[in-house]
T-cell receptor
């Protein structure tokens, strides 16, 4: 069975500050890992994904995440927050192999203040 | 290239009525997934379908819920005899054939039960 834990349901940062959103996973097989962003009343937009290969993954809007197998983590970072980054962020895991369902964390709401 | 299209965006039903939610996947995508999002929670997997086949329905409630993805036309999530607890946002995602393919999400249908 797979599970995802996102520490901190709400995170607030100042504009220009570092963004760090935490994600830990549990999986009995090598995982595929994803970060999605959700703006109000919209669907989820893929930020980045890790499947195999390089453990530091770069995504859209300046976000990146690092897969650390020893820590079972896939934390999302951005060096400098922008007001437009305010949204809900979801970490998700799926089985390796062919297409399969995603297991989501409960989400982290990011607030960006002036 | 149009994204995943869901309709209606908002649906209001009275207790005991039926709700039908539609999802047209992205062009060229043959895999469809349905997820449910309750207020202040992450997305929970419901069902995974390919054309004319249900691949994984481990997240579907045993009663009142059904899903199909016919050879022609959109995927349909059907909820019979709706109850207040069915109020949620229902999201559809699609992906193409093959490994490592991320899921692309629609904007969801927000179902309200009176």
């Amino acid at each position: 069975a797979q599970s995802v834990t996102q520490l901190g349901s709400h995170v607030s940062v100042s504009e220009g500050a570092l963004v760090l959103l935490r994600c830990n996973y549990s999986s009995s097989v090598p995982p595929y890992l994803f970060w999605y962003v959700q703006y109000p009343n919209q669907g989820l937009q893929l930020l980045l994904k890790y499947t195999t290969g390089a453990t530091l993954v770069k995504g859209i809007n300046g976000f990146e995440a690092e897969f650390k197998k020893s820590e079972t983590s896939f934390h999302l970072t951005k060096p400098s927050a922008h007001m437009s980054d305010a949204a809900e962020y979801f970490c998700a895991v799926s089985h390796t192999g062919t297409a399969s369902k995603l297991t989501f964390g409960t989400g982290t709401r990011l607030q960006v203040t002036l | 290239n149009a994204g995943v299209m869901q309709n209606p965006r908002h649906l209001v039903r009275r207790r005991g009525q039926e709700a039908r939610l539609r999802c047209s996947p992205m062009k060229g995508h043959s895999h469809v997934y349905w997820y449910r999002q309750l207020p202040e929670e992450g997305l929970k997997f419901m069902v995974y379908l390919q054309k004319e086949n249900i691949i994984d329905e481990s997240g579907m409630p045993k009663e009142r819920f059904s899903a199909e993805f016919p050879k022609e036309g959109p995927s349909i999530l059907r909820i019979q005899q709706v109850v207040r607890g069915d109020s949620a946002a229902y999201f559809c995602a699609s992906s193409p054939e093959g490994r490592n393919q991320p899921q692309h999400f629609g904007d969801g249908t927000r179902l309200s039960i009176l």
